[in-house]
């Protein structure tokens, strides 16, 4: 994209163009397109993954300015978010994301199960109710 829109992204005016990307992201362009490269300026940023014991910290954030009552707890455990996190190889982004995909499939579950039970409940209610009659 960057190659084939290079005259028009980059000389819009009053337009700051940033880009994200992987480690090297710089030289990986250069080798690509010089011409691409030639467009851009400044240097690039590493942002460092962050460490566990930060992860557990936002985490606790998170709770405390999303719980309705201020004294609420993580609806995982801390060994759950410290696998995830390795697996991810610290992306915090990934961790929060199938964190909230756990928790839903285990509602999902449980409302389901419940609808069920209510399902085989009431059909029984209702055999037992016709053979009393």
């Known amino acids: 994209m960057l ?56 985490i606790k954030l998170r709770v405390a300015k999303f719980h309705k009552k201020k004294t609420g707890k993580a609806p995982l455990t801390e060994e759950t978010f410290k696998n995830l996190f390795e697996a991810s190889f610290g992306e915090v982004r990934f961790v929060f994301k199938y964190s909230n995909n756990i928790c839903t499939k285990f509602v999902e579950a449980m409302r389901s199960d419940v609808l069920k039970e209510l399902s085989r409940s009431s059909s029984l209610g209702t055999k037992l109710d016709k053979k009393n009659i």
């Open 3 to 58: 190659i084939s829109f290079r005259d028009t992204l980059f000389s819009t005016p009053n337009v700051w163009w940033v880009l994200i990307g992987q480690s090297g992201l710089s030289s990986l362009i250069q080798s690509l397109d010089p011409r691409v490269f030639e467009r851009t300026t400044g240097s690039g940023i590493e942002v460092r993954p962050i460490e566990l014991t930060e992860l557990y910290d936002a």
